[in-house]
């Protein structure tokens, strides 16, 4: 495995979690260090690499890695029969990715509050996979939005506006700096301007809602 400026830590991990779950290294680990405090991460399985784009938070980094680890060790997903899109988080997911948290990530209950702020359906497949402590961070998410009709969370930038450079990921064009998938009219708005059409990548952060 080509893992170019990776730490060795995220190496180790990498080597760990393969060779536990008996599957073969992806080709390329590419890593990337940003002045922001959370990381990103995409996994291609038909390039057979692994790319995360690390921030400050140490803990974040390293969910991010496990979090692309599962993407690693679960099949593509198939698509849905009506819309034809593929389940990209879905229960086969989570029930590696819940099992990676649990056995890599120092603070297994952190790491599933990390995954429920930014994919809140994270917490109702770790209820029904059993998860420790899921019941708990829902009773705190029920009890941080009281009054639902006047709960509004915050929404702050997870990647600042840049230019959209369109890569091809499987089925999928995403953005090769913030890793956003584009569909529809904006992949073909992005095709169209190119590097001169730009956006921001958004995140709502459930800890912090108030009413």
Known sequence: MRS??????AVELA???CEEAGVALPSVLRWRRADRELSTGLTRHHARSIAVTAGRDPDDARHTMLHELAHWLTPD???RRRRGQAVHHGRAFYEVAHDLYSRYDWDPMAALR???IRYPSALHHARALAV???ETLMLERRMAQPWPARVRARWRILVPEHPIRL???GRWYVC???GRRLVARALLRAARRGSRDHHTLWTRDLSEASA
């Open 77 to 79: 997903p198939p698509r």
């Open 167 to 169: 890569v091809r990921a």
């Open 15 to 17: 080597l760990l979690v």
């Open 176 to 178: 090769s700096t913030c």
């Open 132 to 134: 420790p402590g899921v």
């Open 114 to 116: 990390r995954e429920a």
């Open 4 to 9: 170019g400026s990776a730490p060795g830590w």
